[in-house]
């Protein structure tokens, strides 16, 4: 059985005894078992699964970045309503 093994960016070809190829993650587990028919079918079937991982990986990280940056608009916006607070304290204080 031949394996591709998809670890980050880095994918590492495993040879085996046998006639299948199955693409794994990371975590070990088969993630597109097929049928060697074709160096052509293989090489879709790889650079699919490549591209899907890829696709999740920003897909999660610009969740991350959308959270993020839901939060610091969220404490801008705290930071400029106590701003204008002070300024109209300081300007009744002032006259």
Known sequence: ???????????????RSGRSLAVRVAS??????????????VAATIASTVAKADLYRRTARFAEERE??????????????????KRRFFSLVSH
């Open 1 to 15: 059985m031949r394996s591709l093994l998809i670890d980050g960016d880095a994918a590492d070809l495993q040879e």
């Open 28 to 41: 070990g587990e088969p993630l597109l078992p097929c049928r060697h028919t074709g160096a052509g079918q």
């Open 68 to 85: 993020v940056r839901a939060r610091l608009d969220s404490k801008n916006r705290e930071l400029v309503r106590i701003d204008q607070l």
